[in-house]
């Protein structure tokens, strides 16, 4: 009988997710879109807006507060954060009319290994724009998380959350082509 392991200390990449569409638009048009993380809230799962509290909207450098909320139905049986929290992000590749990324910030405005991209290319009938996420080491907030779990519920918290994650990738996306092509 072999045994599986979850090392939540490893810098390994815990959770990944990444889905494509094509959007009918000029990539110039995505990317202004996407990239102004004030209207997260028209595609977001979770994130219902926010405010730059530091820089120039979207370029590098700058920090967003993002206003996100969760319900009581998401990975039900486990302890994360339910109702309204913020997150601090900060904006690390601003590339316009083809890459937008950033990283979430801890507590001590630190940056953590949790990253998100939109990336833009143009492709026939507009641009194909692609969503991804990248959890390396646990964020402070899932380390607190998945400390307090056994071995099998990490392991089962860690399949759960990375298909929560590819259901909100591609429904953002989905919400962003309705919202740009409207």
Known sequence: MTSTSFDFESDATTFEARAEIV???????????????GRSGEWSP??????????????VGSIFRGDNVRGTDVVAWAPVIRGPWTTESEVIEAEPGRLFRWVILNSAGERQDSVWTFSVEPT??????????????????????IRGLSEEDRLRFVSQWNAKLGDDVAATLARIKTVIEK
């Open 23 to 37: 959007v009918n638009a000029d990539p110039q048009v995505v990317y202004d879109t996407v990239s102004d993380l």
């Open 46 to 59: 979770e994130c219902t807006g926010g405010t730059w509290i530091k820089g120039e909207p979207g370029q």
């Open 124 to 145: 026939e009938g507009g641009s194909l724009l692609v969503h991804h996420y990248r959890l390396g080491r646990l964020t402070e907030g899932l380390a607190k998380i």
